[in-house]
């Protein structure tokens, strides 16, 4: 099946401190997502991507949609310790809007 | 608007014991999803329905997994025997047509022991 590589897999950094990751995949995606989960919750969306090149912000997240159509990336400015959390990509092909997600980067904040 | 209910919150059976877990997706979200979380992995989709139908079941393990969606609102998930790789999180989601309204819901965790 469709594999996503997301890295790192792991990423611990001091609060107020940019934090980047990114995801690949060898296939075309043509919406490109970026979920958060918390401990004992369910994913939460934070970013939706819906076109090739697309930058798109949310607060102190930014995402891209690569211009391949076969990578996206998650920057977040100035981290806080609620950002702490697992970072999930997922990537969407075809049209009954089926998922294929990467394993996560789990990210610490030391306040 | 209420979000996507799931029960059990936890789940603890022995192997070979049979098991099920139901969803209640956001009223009128027409399309209803579960996935299998298993430790350390992103969700991973098991069973797609719109409405009461199946769209995409190509990942459920057919022999021990069944799912269905009556009326077109709740669903519930099956697994039976249960087998002790079957230990994840599984979780519902739903949307409307359009991808940006996909919700999950906080999961059913299942150990197998």
């Known amino acids: 099946g469709q594999q996503l590589n997301q890295s790192p897999q792991s990423m611990f950094i001091q609060e107020g401190e940019d934090v980047s990751m990114n995801c690949t995949s060898s296939?075309?995606?043509?919406?490109w997502l970026w979920y958060k989960q918390d401990p004992g919750e369910g994913p939460v969306l934070l970013i939706a991507?819906?076109?090739?090149?697309e930058l798109t912000s949310n607060g102190r997240l930014t995402a891209q949609f690569g211009i391949t159509r076969k990578d996206s990336f998650l920057n977040i400015s100035a981290s806080i310790p609620s950002d702490v959390g697992i970072y999930f990509c997922?990537?969407?092909?075809?049209?009954?809007?089926?998922?294929?997600f990467g394993k996560g980067t789990l990210l610490t904040v030391n306040p | 608007e209420a979000g996507v209910a799931q029960s059990p919150r936890y789940k603890i059976i022995e192997k070979r014991q049979s098991v099920a877990f139901w969803c209640n997706p956001i009223?009128?979200?027409?399309?209803l999803y579960w996935y299998q979380q298993i430790l350390g992995q992103g969700p991973k989709l098991l069973i797609q329905?719109?409405?009461?139908?199946?769209?995409?079941d190509s990942q459920l393990p057919k022999d021990r997994f069944s799912a269905e969606r009556l009326k077109g609102v709740d669903s519930t998930l099956k697994i039976q025997p249960a087998k002790l790789e079957d230990s994840a999180v599984y979780l519902c989601?739903?949307?409307?047509?359009?991808?940006?309204?996909?919700?999950f819901g906080s999961g059913t965790r299942l150990t197998v022991v």
């Open positions: 009223s009128g979200h027409a399309t």
């Open positions: 997922a990537g969407q092909r075809g049209s009954n809007y089926k998922l294929t």
């Open positions: 329905f719109q409405n009461n139908g199946v769209v995409d």
């Open positions: 296939s075309i995606f043509n919406t």
């Open positions: 989601a739903s949307s409307l047509e359009t991808l940006y309204g996909y919700t």
């Open positions: 991507l819906y076109k090739a090149g």
